[in-house]
């Protein structure tokens, strides 16, 4: 090896010597580094702070509390998917008995039909002339369940703005508390009235004795002549996404037997992960033949009369369920999108938390170095 590269590299081996005796007594006079030397005091707390520095309270707290937010909106999504099931059940399990009951109804009247037994039954007795209508109004006890409360005011609202056209001022029978406050805040403009108390409450499992407080009171509202029609406005089921706010004939029963709506029954399901619902439609139900040589032990009048006011409250516990349904798949549609939004807005926020610390600690090190 030639002298001059014999002094390049001595040269090139002391200034690394420099260079790395420079950077040990800097470490030392900042961090106190001296292996196997424990940092004094005041390091330690420079340290802290700098650590401390780095972090932003407030956005880790609020980070934290969007996400209890979104397990807490997980956890009512599934609960009302779980409540559509129990919903659909109660559909299914009363179905024999609505569907006998209708068929004997057909049957009998079927078979009274020119009888001139029509005036003896009152709740299918049609009046001349609409002067007075009631309305059953079912909506939800609770809100988070997106659109659901809103639709139906806004179709009640058009109903009303109808009959207040023809002269005409419903009774209203509101089922559930959110009926009750949309009244107030969205139909001041409306002339109607509420009948009974301000509202009936809508529990979280439905009973029979509910449908049966509801028909009687639509019942004697209709035969007490208060009203001549009575119409109730519910949320039809259609999917898990889409319910329909809908107006139908409650009283009176069609005088030629019971009206056929639409009706079809609904599942709810699940593929992959997904709820789906099928549905399919159910054929009208048939009259129950009576043989001509049938003896009645009562008057068929009665017989009827008694067999009706079953009829209505089994119709009425009908479109409670469908209601409910309706209301659980809107908070079940609800839920999905606030738990998606809070993800959204905790991993915006996570990265604005990172972008913030990175920051912070980067200007402590150059405060440092300088």
């Known amino acids: 090896m030639t002298l001059p590269a014999k002094r390049k590299n001595v040269h090139s081996v002391f200034f690394a010597s420099v260079l790395a005796v420079t950077f ?5 006079l900042h961090y106190n580094f001296v292996v196997g030397r424990p940092c004094s005091a005041a390091s330690e707390q420079r340290r802290v702070r700098v650590s401390r520095n780095a972090v932003d309270p407030a956005l880790k707290s609020r980070i934290s509390t969007v996400k209890k937010t979104s397990k807490t909106t997980e956890a009512m999504r599934l609960v009302a998917a779980s409540k559509v099931r129990q919903a659909q059940d109660a559909v299914a399990a009363s179905r024999p008995f609505s569907t ?10 079927k078979k009274l039909k020119g009888s001139g037994i029509e005036g ?7 009046p001349e002339k609409v002067q007075n ?3 059953v109004a079912i909506g939800s006890d609770k809100g988070l369940c997106g659109g659901y409360n809103t639709f139906l005011m806004k179709r009640l609202y058009q109903r009303i703005e109808d009959l207040n056209k023809q002269g005409i001022e419903p009774k209203l029978i509101l089922v559930g508390k959110r009926t009750l406050s949309g009244c107030r ?4 403009a409306l002339k109607f009235n509420v009948t009974g108390d301000d509202y009936i409450v809508l529990p979280t499992t439905l009973t029979s004795a509910l449908a049966v407080e509801i028909a009687e009171k639509a019942k004697n509202m209709f035969l007490s002549g208060e009203v001549d029609t009575v119409e109730v406005l519910y949320a039809k089921f259609i999917n898990m996404i889409n319910n329909k706010p809908t ?12 009206e056929d709506i639409e009706d079809e029954t609904w599942a709810m399901t699940s593929e992959g992960g997904k709820l789906s619902v099928e549905k399919k439609k159910n054929e009208p139900v048939k009259a129950k033949e009576i043989e001509n040589d049938v003896i009645f032990d009562q ?6 009369n ?3 006011p079953l009829y209505l409250t089994s119709s009425v516990f009908a479109l409670l369920y469908e209601a409910q349904a309706s209301e659980l798949a809107s908070r079940m549609v609800a839920m999905q999108a606030a738990t998606d939004n809070a993800k959204k807005i905790v991993e915006d926020l996570t990265l604005l938390y990172n972008k913030k610390r990175q920051e912070s600690i980067t200007n402590e090190i150059l405060e440092i170095v300088a």
Do not use: F, H, W, Y
């Open 306 to 308: 008694s067999m009706l």
């Open 299 to 304: 008057a068929p009048e009665k017989i009827l």
């Open 247 to 258: 107006i139908r004939s409650l009283l009176p029963l069609s005088p030629t037997g019971i």
């Open 100 to 109: 006998e009951l209708q068929a004997m109804i057909k049957g009998l009247t």
């Open 185 to 188: 805040n969205r139909l001041k």
């Open 120 to 126: 003896d039954l009152p709740m299918m007795k049609v």
């Open 133 to 135: 209508v009631g309305i």
């Open 24 to 28: 040990a007594a800097c470490m030392k």
